[in-house]
């Protein structure tokens, strides 16, 4: 009955163990990659941008051309808890990249999601690059206001 | 435990139902399915070594639940390491790739006790027939769905094949999460009429 009880302490301190080992290790990585990570967004963003650029669909996409491909582009602040942030709703419909989509930007002004409304196009993987761009102009804009 | 309902065993002909989320929401572009498919090699392999491993070492109650957590720290690390290589496809792709670990745990590669390199192995076994499947829906889905062809690259994927033209032709609804489903439902149709050519003649004959 003795040895059951200890095997059954040891079960439990071995599940704690393998409950916090991985997330600890993964806390460690993601602590040290972090700055990487960050570094290989905004080189992804600038080569997205770039690729863009080269192309005449950022004509139709960027509001700064005097286009009318975007449609809509508004920012609104929220706050939840203690969180706060900015979520921009913008809606493209002339270019190939046609569809609603919200960019939802944290407090420290990084994207944290991608909502796509409709994403019908085959162009549609650069939008979270893209969402991030007018993210980062709205939120620019609003605090120079 | 395994799920013992009938058909739906670990060698069962409705296996790959445990597959299904995966298959149909990872397939709907070729750089997606190509991303996953190398997900599911890595988090099925490392998890079933790191198993392997250190089987003396896991809890005799509560293995699974471990399993859960080791799976999960597999998946993460990729999703990480991913997000170094293209951060863009891996912001598209984090519901998918949260998916994996799931997978793990409803296939029957989470049940191996081996050793840890006959468990990589028989895991990875567990996983090609998985990202073939994915690849085989994603070749039909985004030529004909979109009319192109992608590939992941640094700045999201790359478009290997597409033009204009065929984009306007495509079929929109296959790449559709409902799309997805309609083909999945006639490629399990399709392989049920394979297995049993005429079911209802030898129906009709089993009853006479």
Known sequence: ???????????????????????????????????SRSASLARSVDAAFSAAADSRRLASVVP??????????????????????????????????????????????ELSSVIALARPSREALTIPALAWIYAQGIAASETKK | MM????????????????????????????????????????????????????????????RRFVTVFIASFTASCFQLLFSLYSPALALDLSFFIGLVPVTFMASSASEYALSPGTAALASLREALPVAGLISAFALVRESFGYGCLTFPARSGAFVILGSD????????????????????????????????????????????
């Open chain 2, 3 to 62: 799920d013992r309902t009938p058909g739906s065993t670990a060698r069962g002909p409705y296996r790959f139902l445990a597959y299904a989320g995966l298959v149909v929401g990872a397939s709907s572009r070729l750089a997606h399915a190509v991303a996953v498919s190398i997900a599911l090699f890595t988090v099925f392999t490392l998890s079933s070594f790191i198993l392997g491993a250190s089987a003396p070492l896991l809890p005799r109650r509560g």
């Open chain 2, 165 to 208: 033209a065929s984009s306007s032709l495509a079929i929109r609804v296959l790449v559709s999460a409902a799309g997805g489903f309609m083909l999945f439902g006639y490629v399990l149709a399709g392989l049920r009429r394979l297995r049993s050519p005429f079911p209802d003649s030898a129906e009709q004959a089993r009853v006479e």
């Open chain 1, 64 to 109: 700064s051309r005097g286009s009318d491909g975007v449609k809509a582009l508004r920012g609104k602040r929220f706050s939840l808890k203690e969180k706060k942030g900015l979520a921009v709703v913008f809606t493209i419909e002339t270019s190939a990249q046609a569809g609603t989509y919200i960019a939802v930007l944290g407090p420290g002004g």
């Open chain 1, 1 to 35: 009955m003795k040895e059951r009880t200890r095997s059954a302490s040891v079960d439990y301190a071995l599940v704690l163990l393998w409950t916090f080992l991985p997330v600890l290790l993964f806390a460690l990585l993601s602590f040290g990659t972090g700055a």
